[in-house]
């Protein structure tokens, strides 16, 4: 039986389009960390495991696009949230389906899309699966709705939901009745730099 998904089908986006605002408003992107920008870890980390990238940024955008992969801004001019950044990924994706992986997230393995993608054919391999694909990521700990892989034409529904002014992540995720994906990973896998100590 044919897998659900390939790398072929999964464009990733790098949400790197944050305000900032726990970093005394830096760039997370361009930050470094262990001699490395962060948006420079991030694509060499996706590289590998996906077809395409695109990147989700709303500052720097020259910087940006020296790395020669597309940049997606948010139409909104003020910093709006992470679901604008994906709204413009979605539109942008030429796959059927996208991976979202925010820039300040730098430990999590380097097959995690494949991880998922074995885990999706698992749950599916003796039954069809007739909706279109939305999932995130979670530990033993919590959910993390910003890891998740989604198809794209989802757009229509992201557009609607912001729309409502609607902005939280997880209640998108409930919209679409997404899955959660528990890998076996550990929550430590999941930390977010959030902080300047922590470059």
């Known amino acids: 039986m044919d897998p659900l998904l390939k790398r072929e089908n999964i464009t990733g986006l790098i949400l790197a389009g944050g305000a900032g605002s726990r970093v005394s408003g830096q760039d997370k992107g361009l930050l470094h960390y262990h001699g490395q920008l962060m948006i420079e870890k991030q694509l060499d980390w996706l590289a590998n495991q996906v077809d395409s990238i695109v990147i989700s940024a709303n500052r720097n955008l020259d910087k940006y696009r020296s790395y020669g992969f597309p940049v997606v801004t948010d139409l909104t001019d003020e910093f709006s949230g992470p679901l604008h950044g994906i709204y413009q990924g979605l539109q942008s994706c030429k796959t059927t389906h996208l ?3 925010p820039v300040d ?7 995690l899309v494949e991880q998922i993608i074995s885990q999706l054919d698992k749950k599916y391999s003796n039954k069809r699966h007739d909706r279109a694909l939305s999932c995130f990521l979670k530990s033993d700990e919590r959910e993390h709705y910003l ?3 989604i198809d794209q034409q989802y757009h229509v529904e992201l557009s609607e939901f912001l729309n409502l002014n609607k902005r939280k992540v997880s209640d998108f995720h409930k919209t679409l009745g997404s899955e959660a994906i528990d890998l076996g990973l550990d929550e430590s896998v999941f930390k ?3 902080y300047l100590q922590d470059y």
């Open 192 to 194: 977010n730099l959030n």
């Open 147 to 149: 890891s998740m892989l």
């Open 105 to 111: 997230v730098p430990f999590l393995p380097v097959n």
């Open 99 to 101: 991976y979202v992986h």
